[in-house]
């Protein structure tokens, strides 16, 4: 196991700047935690490259490191009495330190005004180390929150360049310098939210080829190792939402990163968390000016099978969105799980009168008309679904639909 840091980068005691700042970039690439996404190891050891880093690249730092090692290694002296004890034995007799006899402790001569001063004296050191070490803490938290938002600003140029993974890891040097920092926590969510749903789409597609292949049925296993890998990272988004969650101080702040922790809550399951956070930022003074939490609990209610509680806030929510597709589909599917047929067909119609483009409505009439194993109606529905680009349907024509 490296013991410094110096054998943790895998450089020598001499190693210039270049080097160290070579050898990080090498192992960054090999360790960072976002190529292997929920392996505890890549992430503890990736911190303590970082660390590593971090202090040999600053020569002070370094410095202080190189005197603490040097210290450590070396041979500590003898005790300071064996000296002493064989300087006695080799002095003659009479030189022998004399034994203290006869002592007196001498009397206090200072005067009580005198010794009044003293201890003012004492009041006001001790008052000026007090302020000494408070100054010093805030000068440290000042110094970490500047270095914090350094790095947080270099993290949002690389993102915006399309590095995620240079952006991941200035935003994880900012956590380091300020952990509870809302806003870096908010992107590394966002950043880890992302990732997710890039994961799942390369699941769909893996879900796919095995369907279009008819490849053996061990690979689903693979399949559903891919799908806990994209549920891992949605956690890991959910953890840093909540992180920013509990440190914003403002209610629009809380409002904004509360729906990104409900909706990423929702796809992975924790349902009671997220009706517990749709209830916080119900909470809110202004609440009712973003109605999109009504949407949310409709969600968290569909996925908890309360269709008929689900179904009546969808609703309220297309009375305030005419526009809404999706909560109609939504509604029509509450329906549908409620044995009510004719009702999903009906409102689904509705969608593709109102909304010709909308692909899913197509894709979930054709569902039911294969329930119902009415095979041409269903491929004819998938077939205008996957014109309309609904991933799901291109799956279904594959299994349903071609020979």
Same mark, same amino acid.
């Given at each position: 196991?490296?013991?410094?840091?110096?054998?943790?980068?895998?450089?020598?005691?001499?190693?210039?700047?270049?080097?160290?700042?070579?050898?990080?970039?090498?192992?960054?690439?090999?360790?960072?935690?976002?190529?292997?996404?929920?392996?505890?190891?890549?992430?503890?050891?990736?911190?303590?490259?970082?660390?590593?880093?971090?202090?040999?690249?600053?020569?002070?730092?370094?410095?202080?490191?190189?005197?603490?090692?040097?210290?450590?290694?070396?041979?500590?002296?003898?005790?300071?009495?064996?000296?002493?004890?064989?300087?006695?034995?080799?002095?003659?007799?009479?030189?022998?330190?004399?034994?203290?006899?006869?002592?007196?402790?001498?009397?206090?001569?200072?005067?009580?005004?005198?010794?009044?001063?003293?201890?003012?004296?004492?009041?006001?050191?001790?008052?000026?180390?007090?302020?000494?070490?408070?100054?010093?803490?805030?000068?440290?938290?000042?110094?970490?929150?500047?270095?914090?938002?350094?790095? #947080?600003?270099?993290?949002?140029?690389?993102? *915006?360049?399309? !590095?995620?993974? &240079? @952006?991941?890891?200035?935003?994880? %040097?900012?956590?380091?310098?300020?952990?509870?920092?809302?806003?870096?926590?908010?992107?590394?969510?966002?950043?880890?939210?992302?990732?997710?749903?890039?994961?799942?789409?390369?699941?769909?597609?893996?879900?796919?080829?095995?369907?279009?292949?008819?490849?053996?049925?061990?690979?689903?296993?693979?399949?559903?190792?891919?799908?806990?890998?994209?549920?891992?990272?949605?956690?890991?988004?959910?953890?840093?939402?909540?992180?920013?969650?509990?440190?914003?101080?403002?209610?629009?702040?809380?409002?904004?990163?509360?729906?990104?922790?409900?909706?990423?809550?929702?796809?992975?399951?924790?349902?009671?968390?997220?009706?517990?956070?749709?209830?916080?930022?119900?909470?809110?003074?202004?609440?009712?000016?973003?109605?999109?939490?009504? #949407?949310?609990?409709?969600?968290?209610?569909? *996925?908890?099978? !309360?269709?008929? &509680? @689900?179904?009546?806030?969808?609703? %309220?929510?297309?009375?305030?969105?005419?526009?809404?597709?999706?909560?109609?589909?939504?509604?029509?599917?509450?329906?549908?799980?409620?044995?009510?047929?004719?009702?999903?067909?009906?409102?689904?119609?509705?969608?593709?009168?109102?909304?010709?483009?909308?692909?899913?409505?197509?894709?979930?009439?054709?569902?039911?008309?294969?329930?119902?194993?009415?095979?041409?109606?269903?491929?004819?529905?998938?077939?205008?679904?996957?014109?309309?680009?609904?991933?799901?349907?291109?799956?279904?024509?594959?299994?349903?639909?071609?020979?």
């Amino acid at each position: 196991m490296a013991s410094t840091f110096y054998e943790v980068l895998g450089v020598s005691r001499f190693a210039s700047d270049a080097d160290i700042k070579k050898a990080f970039k090498e192992l960054a690439k090999k360790y960072h935690p976002d190529k292997h996404p929920g392996e505890k190891f890549y992430e503890e050891h990736f911190k303590k490259i970082n660390e590593a880093y971090q202090t040999l690249s600053n020569p002070q730092a370094r410095q202080r490191y190189d005197l603490r090692i040097n210290y450590t290694q070396s041979t500590p002296p003898p005790n300071q009495q064996q000296y002493r004890r064989a300087a006695n034995q080799q002095r003659p007799a009479s030189q022998a330190q004399a034994p203290y006899t006869n002592y007196k402790k001498p009397q206090a001569s200072r005067s009580a005004s005198s010794q009044k001063k003293l201890n003012n004296y004492y009041v006001y050191m001790g008052i000026g180390a007090f302020v000494f070490i408070i100054g010093c803490a805030w000068f440290y938290n000042f110094m970490n929150a500047y270095a914090s938002n350094e790095y #947080y600003t270099e993290g949002l140029k690389e993102e *915006q360049k399309g !590095n995620n993974v &240079e @952006a991941m890891g200035y935003f994880f %040097s900012s956590l380091e310098k300020d952990l509870e920092n809302p806003k870096v926590n908010e992107k590394v969510g966002d950043i880890y939210s992302k990732l997710a749903h890039n994961n799942s789409i390369e699941l769909f597609y893996f879900d796919l080829e095995l369907q279009k292949k008819a490849v053996d049925a061990s690979l689903d296993e693979e399949s559903a190792d891919l799908y806990r890998k994209m549920k891992s990272i949605d956690s890991l988004a959910a953890m840093y939402y909540n992180r920013a969650f509990e440190n914003y101080e403002s209610d629009e702040d809380k409002r904004r990163v509360g729906l990104k922790r409900i909706r990423t809550d929702i796809k992975i399951g924790n349902f009671r968390e997220a009706m517990v956070a749709a209830s916080q930022i119900n909470n809110y003074p202004d609440a009712k000016r973003d109605d999109s939490v009504l #949407y949310y609990q409709a969600e968290i209610n569909f *996925q908890m099978k !309360n269709y008929t &509680e @689900a179904r009546r806030q969808y609703m %309220s929510f297309y009375g305030l969105h005419h526009k809404s597709s999706d909560a109609l589909i939504r509604s029509a599917l509450c329906h549908y799980n409620e044995s009510n047929e004719d009702f999903a067909i009906g409102q689904l119609n509705k969608v593709i009168a109102q909304f010709p483009d909308k692909g899913e409505a197509y894709y979930f009439k054709g569902e039911i008309a294969r329930r119902n194993q009415d095979s041409i109606s269903s491929c004819t529905l998938f077939y205008k679904a996957d014109s309309l680009n609904v991933l799901a349907a291109k799956a279904a024509v594959y299994k349903y639909c071609e020979n």
